[in-house]
T-cell receptor
Framework: GEDVEQSLFLSVREGDSSVINCTYTDSSSTYLYWYKQEPGAGLQLLTY?????DMKQDQRLTVLLNKKDKHLSLRIADTQTGDSAIYFCAESIPGTYKYIFGTGTRLKVLA | EAQVTQNPRYLITVTGKKLTVTCSQN?????MSWYRQDPGLGLRQIYYSMNVEVTDKGDVPEGYKVSRKEKRNFPLILESPSPNQTSLYFCASWSGQGSDGYTFGSGTRLTVV
């Protein structure tokens, strides 16, 4: 079945690295995404990774994909208070226009 | 500015009173979708549309209707709202390119009493 799981909370100190994890079940997914939701706002696309890639880096963000274990992670280097938000992973379902979203991980950055 | 616009941002209504949440996008996207966000459940898809006059059910369509008479607009209709439809609703649109992802509106917080 289609299911995307994330831990609900993560707390880190400012300047440390944050790692947010996600597991998914549909091995045929072609694109996987990370979205950020700030309080009172909609979801903003942070980054994506194509299924034939293992890693993608974009400034402070590093995405790792382990297809064998169906595991996706988002690493935020030098985490800042402005990174406090809810982070959602999502997978696209091939042949449909459907995205399956995880439950979201609430990241709290302590000054 | 490329955006998805939802209205209203906040709505309190009574059980059974029909309401419509509007959604409009200015990016000429073919694909549009409605999601609801509930604590601990993430985002669940209500309905989606692949083009004008083409819509299909998502995971939680019961109690909702949609229409797509124009490419830019995709309203969500609750014919007879009930308290279990109290939620945060998001409209989103997509170009169809995998690398783009969905673009989301700012959300509509609906309370049904």
């Amino acid at each position: 079945g289609e299911d995307v799981e994330q831990s609900l909370f993560l707390s880190v100190r400012e300047g440390d690295s944050s790692v947010i994890n996600c597991t998914y079940t549909d091995s045929s997914s072609t694109y996987l995404y990370w979205y950020k939701q700030e309080p009172g706002a909609g979801l903003q696309l942070l980054t994506y990774i194509f299924s034939n890639m293992d890693m993608k880096q974009d400034q402070r963000l590093t995405v790792l994909l382990n297809k064998k274990d169906k595991h996706l992670s988002l690493r935020i280097a030098d985490t800042q208070t402005g990174d406090s938000a809810i982070y959602f992973c999502a997978e696209s379902i091939p042949g449909t226009y459907k995205y399956i979203f995880g439950t979201g991980t609430r990241l709290k950055v302590l000054a | 500015e490329a955006q998805v616009t939802q209205n209203p941002r906040y709505l309190i209504t009574v059980t059974g009173k029909k309401l419509t949440v509007t959604c409009s996008q200015n990016m000429n996207h073919e694909y549009m979708s409605w999601y609801r966000q509930d604590p601990g459940l993430g985002l669940r898809q209500i309905y989606y549309s692949m083009n004008v006059e083409v819509t299909d059910k998502g995971d939680v369509p019961e109690g909702y209707k949609v229409s797509r008479k124009e490419k830019r607009n995709f309203p969500l209709i609750l014919e007879s709202p009930s308290p279990n439809q109290t939620s945060l609703y998001f409209c989103a649109s997509w170009s169809g390119q995998g690398s783009d992802g969905y673009t989301f509106g700012s959300g509509t917080r609906l309370t049904v009493v």
